[in-house]
């Protein structure tokens, strides 16, 4: 089958769309409004755009209930900073619970019963429960136009000034360990996915060694030599 994005005309219960890109991560996004509450919401349209400083982003819709912007947006673009927290198997109640519509003056923090670690950088706070954090601060932010004003989306960019990686979630070779954090990650629908096994494959021209020295499986010594 196929069909036309302007027309919708795919004839299934439900807009394939999102299924169709998978497994989504998830941005817990922690911000501060000019007032000093604290907000959460995760955000699947997210993801790295760049390492050498490193740089991620997430797209935001409309507010649906008729302000412009979610508050996550503007509060990155009102203060110029932000929290990404991952989302883990384990606090997928709560990321479910900080998607909920709130009023801005509402913590989600408390909301999900979430306690905050404070940022060293930054002044929005960290999820403590999470165990990764990037500290940000505001890159830029593109508006991309939408068929209706609700669909019009914000994509938010920050540049990442500060990692923190829980040590418990260190191997013993200095690798993060996914399969023991298990990310979790959107499907399509209502559904979830979580990450929980994890295989090497170089690219085969290179070998496991010189990959790693190109780059390509991260930075060595902390440099990084070429893209991957
Ligand atoms: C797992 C998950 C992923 C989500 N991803 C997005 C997203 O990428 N973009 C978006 O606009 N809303 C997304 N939402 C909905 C927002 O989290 C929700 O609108 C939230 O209330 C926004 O909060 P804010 O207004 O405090 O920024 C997602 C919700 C869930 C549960």
């Given amino acids: 089958m196929h069909y036309e994005t302007d027309k919708n005309n795919h004839g ?5 769309f999102k299924s169709c890109v998978v497994p989504r991560p998830i941005a817990w996004i922690s911000t501060l409004d000019r007032k000093g509450s604290a907000n959460l919401a995760p955000f699947s349209q997210f993801n790295i755009v760049g390492w050498d400083p490193p740089y991620i982003m997430f797209a935001a819709s409309a507010h ?8 996550s947006v503007r509060n990155v673009q009102e203060t110029g900073e932000f929290v990404f927290n991952m989302a883990t198997f384990d606090l997928r109640e709560a990321v479910n619970t900080t998607a909920m519509y709130v009023d801005s003056d509402v913590d989600e923090f408390e909301l999900a019963r979430l306690e905050k670690a404070p940022s060293l950088y930054v002044k929005p706070p960290r999820v403590a429960a ?5 500290e940000c601060v505001h890159q830029s932010t593109l ?7 609700e669909t019009a989306f914000h994509v938010v960019i ?22 023991r954090i298990r990310p979790l990650a959107r499907l399509g629908y209502l559904d979830y996915t979580s990450v929980e096994s994890v295989f090497t494959m170089p690219v085969e021209k290179y070998g496991l060694a010189d990959a790693f020295k190109r780059g390509m499986g991260g930075e060595s010594k902390g440099k990084v030599v070429a893209a991957g």
């Fill in 130 to 134: 999470s165990p990764i954090h990037f």
């Fill in 158 to 179: 920050g540049k990442v000034i500060a990692v923190h990686i829980k040590d418990e979630f260190l191997t013993k070779d200095g690798k993060v360990d996914i399969a």
């Fill in 64 to 71: 649906p209930e008729g302000a412009e912007r979610k508050h």
């Fill in 12 to 16: 299934l219960p439900f807009n394939p």
């Fill in 143 to 149: 508006v991309l136009p939408g068929n209706t004003a």
